[in-house]
């Protein structure tokens, strides 16, 4: 009986996956029905519709998963011990579990952050992994709902940016049309995050995309709009990042919002420079195990004494828009030293400069997640504590709120090099606009001082870093994409330099090309021997025995590393007047690149982009 009762329970687990995938595939009958039906035009609104509810949709699962960490593991397990310090070692265990499923489920490929979305609209045609429109809901949900000192948001532009390259894979779009839904999944995922529509747009047009059009915008308005929707029909109002706020605009503090830009530029600066070099750091250290409880153990000490620093901030970021600054040291070790306002002060401004070395850490040890919310969090602090700091020198009717949410917006801008983005989240998530001109002269300051030591957001570098870039400029981006490795030749003859003229004769006798590098036994290049240039010699039989490779070869005019990036490499032909050119590596001699073969290149990547 037990045995058939099993039978039973297994033949109803089979139904259960066949009907699932016969939902499946009803749903995908119904979109390709529709993809028959309706033109391109028609069939890319359809699509942004259906991205945008998948990316909100995704926003809103990580959202409710960290919700339900917090709530059933952290609060209502660990946090009912008496000893209240135990919650320290829970960031051990949630970057701990993100290393393990990220290296035995996704093989140690986890692509984070917007690099890796930029590299692949600069150099894989916007494909990005399948796994990826859940890879980073599973890693970043645990890392952060552990107490990780990151973000969610860019996980999120990551899941949404999947989900839109996907689906565009799937039907068959073309690469244009590819990157439009990967940057109307970003939007409808920033969208869904923070229920703001218009932000979700600007982002996805600030940082993912470079060279758009007009009739770009109304997929990603339409693929925000729905990542909004399904956001604030889901999710609760207490869930998402809102205030209410309580003083209006002054004109009369406007001097002080200059030095706050300035204030915000300088600490975007200094927060882009050491999240940098703590990631870096880690990044050097080779045994994983080492890295996560190097990780692990500073994380705990930091939390120890700054308790602020666990998990996203939000909850602090509320706490100091409302003026609860108290409530950010209430169960540091630190808490019996803060005994006035002016050691508060200073203990808001350590929090904010560890915020970069507390996000730096997690992210570095094998954590997942992103820099969004911790920019936001030392906004909030920046503001709080500019403002706090005028009301103890004797500044009345200072209004403290206003402040810790600009702040926010002129640390967003520097740190994404993203003004527009930042502008218009904080407006939309403070239900107004009320504080607009502040907003614009904190983050246009902040944004301008940024963009002067940095000309190239952090993402931007480290993609360039990468061998690719993206510009507002399409020429430069089109080249961009072009991977000249794959694109050098290595069918060239190779011609030893002791070699004499008569075996340079019967070499050529068999082969096609016009063109012979001259090498040494280690294939060092020496020189390059143009068929053009030896016909004279060719034809005086006395010089066969006489004369080497050595003596009639040429020097190269310019050579091009292996590794040199695309604009280097074009600009090595403009000024050789060459159409091929040696590539080496540490001196040896790979292959020739053809100026011919990269303008061929461009022009097929010109006609797949219109």
Same mark, same amino acid.
């Given at each position: 009986?037990?045995?058939?009762?099993?039978?039973?329970?297994?033949?109803?687990?089979?139904?259960?996956?066949?009907?699932?995938?016969?939902?499946?595939?009803?749903?995908?009958?119904?979109?390709? %029905?529709?993809?028959?039906?309706?033109?391109?035009?028609?069939?890319?609104?359809?699509?942004?519709?259906?991205?945008?509810?998948?990316?909100?949709?995704?926003? @809103?699962?990580?959202?409710?998963?960290?919700?339900?960490?917090?709530?059933?593991?952290?609060?209502?397990?660990?946090?009912?011990?008496?000893?209240? $310090?135990?919650?320290?070692?829970?960031? +051990?265990?949630?970057?701990?579990?993100?290393?393990?499923?990220?290296?035995?489920?996704?093989?140690?490929?986890?692509?984070?952050?917007?690099?890796?979305?930029?590299?692949?609209?600069?150099?894989?045609?916007?494909?990005?992994?399948?796994?990826?429109? $859940?890879?980073?809901?599973? #890693?970043?949900?645990?890392?952060?709902?552990?107490?990780?000192?990151?973000?969610?948001? *860019?996980?999120?532009?990551?899941?949404?940016?999947?989900?839109?390259?996907?689906?565009?894979?799937?039907?068959?779009?073309? $690469?244009?049309?590819?990157?439009?839904?990967?940057?109307?999944?970003?939007?409808?995922?920033?969208?869904?995050?923070?229920?703001?529509?218009?932000?979700?747009?600007?982002?996805?047009?600030?940082?993912?995309?470079?060279?758009?059009?007009?009739?770009?915008?109304?997929?990603?308005?339409?693929?925000?709009?729905?990542?909004?929707?399904?956001?604030?029909?889901?999710?609760?109002?207490?869930?998402?990042?809102?205030?209410?706020?309580?003083?209006?605009?002054?004109?009369?503090?406007?001097?002080?919002?200059?030095? =706050?830009?300035?204030?915000?530029?300088?600490?975007?600066?200094?927060? @882009?420079?050491?999240?940098?070099?703590?990631?870096?750091?880690?990044?050097?250290?080779? *045994?994983?195990?080492?890295? %996560?409880?190097?990780?692990?153990?500073?994380?705990?000490?930091?939390?120890?004494?700054?308790?602020?620093?666990?998990?996203?901030?939000?909850?602090?970021?509320?706490? =100091?828009?409302?003026?609860?600054?108290?409530?950010?040291?209430?169960?540091?070790?630190?808490?019996?030293?803060?005994?006035?306002?002016?050691?508060?002060?200073?203990?808001?401004?350590?929090? =904010?400069?560890?915020?970069?070395?507390?996000?730096?850490?997690? =992210?570095?040890?094998?954590?997942?997640?992103?820099?969004?919310?911790?920019?936001?969090? !030392?906004?909030?602090?920046?503001?709080?504590?500019?403002?706090?700091?005028?009301?103890?020198?004797?500044?009345?009717?200072?209004?403290?709120?206003?402040? #810790?949410?600009?702040?926010?917006?002129?640390?967003?801008?520097?740190?994404?090099?993203?003004?527009?983005?930042?502008?218009?989240?904080?407006?939309?998530?403070?239900?107004?606009?009320?504080?607009?001109?502040?907003?614009?002269?904190?983050?246009?300051?902040?944004?301008?001082?940024?963009?002067?030591?940095?000309?190239? *957001?952090?993402?931007?570098?480290?993609?360039?870093?990468?061998?690719?870039?993206?510009?507002?400029?399409?020429?430069?981006?089109?080249?961009?994409?072009?991977?000249?490795?794959?694109?050098?030749?290595?069918?060239?003859?190779?011609?030893?330099?002791? *070699?004499?003229?008569?075996?340079?004769?019967?070499?050529?006798?068999?082969?096609?090309?016009?063109?012979?590098?001259?090498?040494?036994?280690?294939?060092?290049?020496?020189?390059?021997?143009?068929?053009?240039?030896?016909?004279?010699?060719?034809?005086?039989?006395?010089?066969?025995?006489?004369?080497?490779?050595?003596?009639?070869?040429?020097?190269?005019?310019?050579?091009?590393?292996?590794?040199?990036?695309?604009?280097?490499?074009?600009?090595?032909?403009?000024?050789?007047?060459?159409?091929?050119?040696? !590539?080496?590596?540490?001196?040896?001699?790979?292959?020739?690149?053809?100026?011919?073969?990269?303008?061929?290149? $461009?022009?097929?990547?010109? +006609?797949?982009?219109?």
């Amino acid at each position: 009986m037990v045995g058939y009762a099993n039978k039973n329970k297994k033949d109803e687990s089979r139904n259960r996956v066949r009907m699932e995938i016969k939902d499946i595939n009803f749903v995908e009958k119904i979109i390709n %029905w529709i993809h028959e039906k309706t033109n391109e035009k028609q069939f890319l609104i359809f699509s942004s519709v259906i991205v945008g509810l998948s990316a909100g949709l995704a926003a @809103v699962i990580l959202k409710l998963f960290v919700y339900l960490i917090r709530q059933y593991v952290v609060e209502d397990f660990f946090l009912k011990f008496d000893y209240k $310090y135990l919650y320290l070692g829970l960031p +051990l265990i949630g970057i701990g579990i993100t290393a393990l499923i990220v290296k035995y489920a996704f093989k140690g490929q986890l692509n984070r952050g917007n690099t890796a979305i930029l590299f692949s609209i600069a150099k894989k045609s916007s494909f990005l992994p399948f796994h990826q429109m $859940y890879s980073h809901v599973i #890693t970043s949900g645990l890392t952060v709902g552990f107490g990780g000192s990151a973000g969610l948001e *860019s996980p999120i532009v990551s899941t949404g940016s999947a989900i839109g390259s996907n689906f565009a894979k799937t039907y068959k779009l073309s $690469y244009k049309e590819r990157t439009l839904l990967l940057a109307a999944g970003a939007a409808g995922g920033i969208a869904g995050a923070f229920n703001a529509p218009i932000a979700g747009v600007l982002f996805a047009l600030e940082v993912i995309l470079v060279d758009i059009s007009i009739a770009a915008f109304i997929p990603l308005l339409i693929a925000a709009a729905s990542g909004a929707l399904l956001s604030k029909i889901i999710l609760h109002e207490s869930s998402l990042l809102f205030f209410n706020l309580k003083q209006p605009f002054n004109y009369n503090n406007v001097p002080f919002y200059i030095i =706050l830009g300035l204030m915000a530029g300088i600490v975007s600066l200094y927060y @882009v420079n050491f999240f940098d070099k703590v990631e870096s750091k880690f990044s050097k250290i080779k *045994s994983g195990f080492t890295k %996560w409880i190097i990780g692990g153990l500073s994380l705990a000490f930091l939390f120890a004494l700054f308790p602020s620093l666990f998990g996203e901030g939000y909850e602090s970021i509320k706490a =100091l828009s409302e003026y609860r600054a108290n409530d950010l040291f209430k169960d540091s070790v630190l808490v019996g030293f803060i005994e006035n306002k002016w050691m508060l002060l200073v203990f808001i401004l350590l929090t =904010l400069l560890l915020k970069a070395v507390a996000a730096g850490i997690t =992210l570095g040890s094998g954590g997942n997640g992103g820099n969004f919310a911790p920019s936001l969090f !030392v906004g909030a602090s920046l503001g709080f504590a500019f403002s706090f700091f005028l009301t103890l020198i004797g500044f009345t009717d200072i209004p403290v709120s206003n402040f #810790t949410i600009v702040a926010m917006a002129g640390i967003l801008s520097g740190v994404f090099h993203a003004p527009l983005t930042g502008i218009f989240l904080i407006a939309e998530i403070t239900g107004g606009y009320e504080l607009i001109i502040p907003l614009m002269i904190v983050s246009a300051i902040s944004y301008i001082i940024v963009k002067y030591f940095h000309p190239l *957001s952090l993402d931007v570098r480290r993609l360039k870093d990468k061998g690719a870039f993206v510009s507002d400029n399409k020429d430069s981006s089109l080249l961009s994409k072009i991977d000249t490795k794959a694109m050098i030749e290595t069918d060239f003859t190779t011609i030893h330099f002791k *070699s004499t003229l008569r075996d340079i004769v019967e070499t050529i006798k068999h082969c096609k090309r016009n063109t012979f590098p001259v090498v040494k036994k280690d294939n060092k290049l020496l020189g390059i021997i143009y068929l053009d240039n030896i016909k004279e010699e060719m034809f005086n039989a006395e010089l066969y025995d006489k004369v080497t490779a050595k003596e009639i070869m040429r020097k190269p005019t310019m050579l091009i590393e292996a590794n040199e990036d695309i604009f280097s490499v074009m600009k090595k032909f403009e000024e050789s007047g060459q159409w091929n050119l040696p !590539v080496v590596e540490n001196g040896k001699y790979i292959g020739f690149l053809s100026k011919s073969s990269i303008l061929d290149k $461009y022009r097929h990547e010109l +006609l797949e982009t219109n």
